[in-house]
């Protein structure tokens, strides 16, 4: 069936370094994906979104490639910082819903 | 983006007793998801809410273990029935937002502890 699945379920990076999240997808129809932050106790944050016709996309700090060929999405945290610490989940809109990847835990060591 | 609030923040409730989930909004939203979160696992979508119809409920979910309602563009409720320790989740809803109205905002969620 469809998924949407993460390469590595936990992440460890050392303070200022950069940290990258991968995401793999199934179907090749879906066109819009979201990455979420969870912290502990709390509800999912957005962080940044990229529709299928762009191949990146810049926030603050934060830079989201897709690769449709391949089907991989990644995003990438520039100079990690403890606050970052939190679990990361991709999503991917499919027929008006939200398909969700199992998340990925990151872990930043000072 | 929308302010979301959700009712209680937890509980802890024993078998077979229901627990109703309150999910308040901010502004006027057309749709409205509510999600289950299991210890340590990703979101399952339970349903869809719009106001002023039947939810849609997702394969693995029905009416009679969620009933859920949708009484106007800034509220629904989760019910949580006939619990058993299995229903040990958090409960989060959220709603859609955006210029193409794709984009998912979450609540804070309801951590539910069944005895």
């Known amino acids: 069936g469809e998924s949407v699945g993460l390469h590595l379920p936990t992440l460890s990076v050392q303070e200022g370094d950069n940290s990258i999240i991968n995401c793999a997808y199934s179907?090749?129809?879906?066109?819009?994906f979201i990455w979420y932050k969870q912290e502990s106790g709390k509800g999912p944050q957005f962080i940044i979104d990229?529709?299928?016709?762009?191949d990146k996309r810049q926030g603050q700090r934060v830079t989201v490639l897709l690769n449709k060929t391949v089907k991989h999405l990644s995003l990438q945290i520039a100079a990690t910082q403890p606050g970052d610490s939190a679990v990361y989940f991709c999503?991917?809109?499919?027929?008006?819903?939200?398909?969700f990847g199992q998340g990925t835990e990151l872990s930043v060591k000072p | 983006s929308a302010v979301i609030s959700q009712k209680p923040s937890r509980d802890i409730c024993q078998r077979g007793t229901s627990l109703t989930i309150q999910c308040q909004v901010d502004?006027?939203?057309?749709?409205m998801f509510w999600y289950r979160q299991q210890p340590g696992q990703s979101l399952t979508l339970i349903a869809t809410?719009?106001?002023?119809?039947?939810?849609?409920?997702e394969s693995g979910f029905v009416i009679d273990k969620f009933p859920i309602s949708r009484p106007n563009l800034t509220f629904s409720t989760l019910t949580v029935s006939n619990m058993s320790p299995e229903d040990s989740s958090i409960y989060l809803c959220?709603?859609?937002?955006?210029?193409?109205?794709?984009?998912?905002?979450f609540g804070p969620g309801t951590r539910l502890t069944v005895l």
């Open positions: 179907n090749s129809a879906s066109d819009y």
């Open positions: 990229i529709r299928s016709n762009m």
């Open positions: 999503a991917d809109h499919q027929g008006g819903k939200l398909i």
């Open positions: 502004s006027q939203v057309t749709m």
């Open positions: 959220s709603v859609e937002e955006g210029w193409s109205r794709d984009t998912q905002y």
């Open positions: 809410a719009n106001q002023g119809s039947e939810a849609t409920y």
